[in-house]
């Protein structure tokens, strides 16, 4: 996970996690201190949502209750556990197929040897009873041979489709724990994969990357004035849009609460700007407009940030410039787009 506070930002989210845990008598963990700097930070919106709706229950914060936390947030448990009876269950269909393949080689040999034998008693100068069952014998060994071959073809289809199972359920899994619950596509585990894979590539092939990220303006005026199923309605447009406006290998991800990211491989900034210029405008030209009673809600904007990877820079660096860029677009005025390159020439100019 990425972390991008200033020392003092940090050390202050340290204190009141500390300060907090020994006041509700939490161990202090290197387990229950992530989940509660996070909780301070405010990076992980549905967990300081968890956290909320137990202390405002009175809930008393057990052993268990802190492992189920961390375990939902800040590890891949139930993803390990789905593969690891993934892996027993193929491990017990290849066991079986090797055990049929033994089974298959001991019967091919004893019909060798049955054959071998028949061509032995057709070559001597036998009479006919004896050839009559020599030839019976051989019918009943190529014949028996069929009925196992059949079989085992029968058996190893039937592991044929259970692994083939496997594979789709394992697959499904890592979809589920890739993407975002609420929008359908990319959530935070995702986003952080694809920007680590994306800023290596472009370091081994020198080629160019790009971040966007998007904040909706005024969000949280949007949903006391509306409630936040129909923020949750916004929210799901926004991730579809998005979608939309994003091409090849480009991935849109929901990187917390109302804010999401693009990661644009391939793009220098310009091009980028020009990507999150679309998005903006395909977004402020929706009308929203509640089914249920026809009430127009009006429009919803956003402000993007847009920043350029420099190659061996931190993604924390990345991720803190461009979020920089978002909010200084929020600063002067809401519904644009700011890059990292424009919010560095101000800087500058301001300082001289």
Not at 184 to 190: E, T, V
């Amino acid at each position: 996970m990425d972390y991008t506070q200033s020392p003092e930002q940090a050390a202050e989210y340290a204190m009141s996690a500390v300060e907090l845990m020994n006041k509700k008598g939490i161990p202090a963990n290197p387990e229950n201190f992530t989940v509660w700097f996070n909780y301070f930070a405010g990076g992980i919106p549905e967990l300081k949502r968890t956290i909320d709706i137990l202390i405002d229950n009175d809930q008393e914060f057990t052993n268990d209750r802190n492992i189920e936390i961390h375990t939902r947030f800040f590890t891949f448990e139930e993803e390990s556990v789905a593969i690891h009876k993934a892996t027993e269950k193929a491990v017990e269909e290849l066991t079986r197929i090797l055990e049929q393949l033994g089974l298959a080689g001991d019967g091919a040999a004893k019909y060798g040897k049955v054959l071998k034998e028949f061509s032995g008693e057709i070559s001597d100068d036998s009479g006919p009873d004896s050839l009559k069952a020599a030839i019976t014998s051989a019918l009943r060994a190529t014949r028996a041979m069929e009925k196992q071959n059949k079989k085992l073809e029968q058996k190893f289809e039937q592991s044929s489709k259970e692994i083939s199972q496997l594979r789709e359920d394992l697959e499904t899994m890592r979809e589920e724990a890739m993407t975002d619950g609420l929008t359908g596509i990319a959530n935070r585990k995702m986003f952080d994969a694809e920007l680590r894979h994306a800023a290596m590539d472009a370091m081994e092939k020198g080629n160019p990357m790009c971040l966007l990220m998007l904040d909706i303006d005024h969000f949280k005026k949007f949903n006391d004035t509306y409630g936040h199923q129909v923020g949750d309605q916004v929210l799901k447009l926004l991730a579809k849009t998005m979608t939309t406006s994003v091409k090849g290998q480009d991935m849109a991800a929901r990187f917390g609460g109302e804010e999401f990211c693009v990661v644009l491989p391939g793009t220098h900034l310009e091009g980028a700007v020009k990507v999150a210029e679309d998005i903006r405008k395909r977004i402020g030209e929706k009308k929203l407009v509640n089914r249920t009673t026809g009430d127009n809600l009006g429009q919803v904007t956003v402000s993007i940030g847009a920043g350029e990877f420099r190659f061996g820079e931190p993604l924390a660096q990345l991720i803190s410039r461009t979020d920089e860029a978002l909010y200084t677009a929020k600063r002067i005025g809401r519904n644009r787009v700011v890059s990292d390159a424009s919010v560095g020439s101000s800087q500058l100019s301001f300082d001289s």
